[in-house]
């Protein structure tokens, strides 16, 4: 079922797929990564994590960030921060159905950095935290002043960045990213977390998941010799099994 969730006058465009019956049950929302879409089509590794996931009995709700896919906004605009917002605002959404028993997340690379600081501001309402190749890392290429090999002064940030295959980030984004405090309140989650990271993964270091695993709780770290950072690879029906096995516990 297609929906339309509204944010700050903005229009997120998400996809809520249920199991095969019409019993309250668990959720997870699945959050995309810079520059990408929830990625609805046959195939795509978060069509097979929803399908997977749907057929165990668990519902799944994927939207498109705000600038990113079929939602409004434009990418300049786009930041962490709003982004956390728009997972609130679909949060706000989740919890006002009467069909659901559990919230869990799961976000990749960018879209783990948002669920993960999401679960730690809502640790009272989430059950379960999965990240695939958190790129918490974002915050030391804000200080370095790189972004996707896309260098400038992290002293003098311009008010607009041309991203190599994403597009224009605003100079704000990058403001914003130097001084999150990204560990800090996702550690506020208390719950189970399991964070899967490639070891060939040439984007964002496995040293993000690893701090992860020292810094949280209950976090299970699983490093894939043989994942890149899209979690493709040889490994990578392993480390889709995986994640659907904790989603659906």
């Known amino acids: 079922m297609e929906l339309s969730i509204s944010r ?16 309250p049950c668990p959720i997870v929302i699945l959050c995309h990564g810079f520059g990408g879409s929830m990625d609805a089509y046959p195939g795509s590794l978060y069509q097979r994590i929803a399908d997977r996931l749907t057929d165990r009995g668990v519902a799944v709700l994927r939207f498109d960030f705000n ?4 939602s409004d906004g434009d990418l300049s605009h786009m930041d962490v921060l709003n982004e956390i917002e728009d997972l ?3 949060l706000r959404y989740i919890r006002s159905r009467g069909d659901v028993t559990a919230v869990r997340l799961l976000g990749h690379s960018q879209g783990g950095v948002v669920a993960g600081m999401t679960a730690g501001l809502y ?10 190749a958190p790129a918490a890392t974002l915050k030391d290429d804000a200080l370095a002043g790189t972004c996707m090999g896309q260098p400038y002064d992290p002293d003098h940030i311009p008010d607009v960045v041309d991203v190599p295959g994403a ?20 550690a506020r989650f ?10 060939a993964d040439d984007i964002v270091d496995p040293k993000a998941s690893r701090r992860y695993g020292e810094t949280m ?3 299970t770290v699983s490093l894939y010799p043989r994942l890149d950072h899209g979690i493709g690879g040889a490994d990578r029906e392993s480390a889709i099994n995986e994640v659907v096995d904790f989603l659906s516990a």
């Open 67 to 70: 600038g990113h896919g079929r």
């Open 8 to 23: 700050d006058g903005l229009c997120l465009h998400a996809l809520l797929e249920r199991p095969d019956h019409d019993r």
């Open 123 to 132: 640790h009272d309402v989430i059950d379960r935290l999965a990240l695939l």
């Open 217 to 219: 709780s209950d976090c």
């Open 88 to 90: 609130i605002a679909v």
């Open 190 to 199: 208390v719950g189970p977390t399991l964070a899967i990271h490639g070891l």
């Open 167 to 186: 597009g224009k980030v605003g100079g704000h984004y990058f403001r914003i990213a130097q001084l999150l405090p990204i560990y800090e309140v996702t």
